[in-house]
């Protein structure tokens, strides 16, 4: 059965472009969503140069870090996933600044080997305050547990955000997590989810808008949505706690990866990793390159 690739591209066409051709396949399915604050020509343009274009998806809406317009993108493509005339066996997300470690064939057959999982990172939480040393190549996602990312009001315009405790809200009760969503956790956004997940979590924000209206005044709600409503789900014994993508930290945010990190790439159990930047570092996206065209 085929894989399904949502892609969350911002910038770089270009990249997103090496991107899609290097994961394309005829029996898979590529999509992409363009943030709206980005010009669309030079994305299609550089589409159109590609053997097998993708999927580009006509509704488009502005992403900005650590924004709910994150979870509103990725949403589109699951809907646009689900509505392909052909199954899948996996929806897997990507950002415009992810590659693969593996070739396509050893892709394929790690997820064919897999029927029915879904892998995502989560944490409940253990109290540690974990260092940017301690999540290197992100072997598991470590959180602290700390909720007040969650419970503070993240007001956001155009980019720009602001920070306020409830009781410095004039008139807003003190926050709680939404009822339809009790129990916290924090996972990676880049997931690989199997088609019953999928439209689980799609149907679910349908039916309990109290999560978009809670979270959409939250930073990085898409660390936490996806891991909520599958974890609470009947789905959660599929569940598998790995992301498959490699990355290191820096101060919240994965650093671009550089040549050297391709060892440690290949050694890990990871599909993915990110973040790569074509223009300033593009050595290990043609190492990669060329370790999946010998086949290895």
Aim: proline share 8%.
């Amino acid at each position: 059965m085929s894989i399904a690739y949502v892609i969350l591209a911002h910038g770089a066409p270009e990249q997103a472009a090496r991107l899609v051709a290097r994961i394309s396949d005829p029996q898979d399915t590529v999509i992409v969503h363009v943030d709206r604050k980005a010009e669309l020509a030079p994305f299609t343009e550089a589409f159109a140069r590609l053997p097998i274009a993708p999927i580009v998806t006509r509704k488009r809406v502005p992403v900005h870090w650590g924004g709910w317009g994150i979870v509103q993108a990725t949403v589109i493509g699951m809907r646009e996933a689900l509505a392909l005339p052909r199954p899948w066996s996996h929806l897997v997300l990507l950002s415009g600044a992810d590659y693969p470690i593996r070739s396509v064939a050893e892709t394929q057959a790690f997820f064919a080997a897999h029927p029915g999982e879904s892998f995502l990172s989560w944490s409940a939480g253990d109290g540690t305050d974990y260092s940017d040393a301690d999540r290197r190549g992100n072997a598991t996602w470590r959180w602290t547990g700390d909720l007040s990312r969650m419970l503070t009001w993240q007001v956001s315009v155009r980019g720009r955000r602001w920070y306020f405790p409830s009781e410095r809200v004039p008139y807003a009760l003190p926050r709680r997590l939404p009822r339809a969503l009790s129990t916290p956790y924090q996972g990676s956004a880049w997931w690989n989810l199997t088609p019953e997940a999928v439209a689980y979590c799609v149907r679910y924000l349908r039916r309990h808008p109290s999560i978009a209206a809670h979270f959409r005044f939250v930073f990085a709600p898409d660390e936490n949505v996806f891991q909520m409503m599958l974890l609470d789900s009947p789905l959660r014994d599929t569940l598998v706690n790995e992301d498959l993508r490699f990355m290191h930290w820096e101060t919240n945010s994965p650093p671009t990866i550089v040549l050297d990190d391709v060892p440690a790439m290949r050694a890990s159990r990871k599909l993915f990793a990110r973040k790569f930047d074509l223009a300033a570092a593009p050595e290990p996206l043609d190492a990669l390159d060329e370790l999946a065209a010998a086949g290895g």
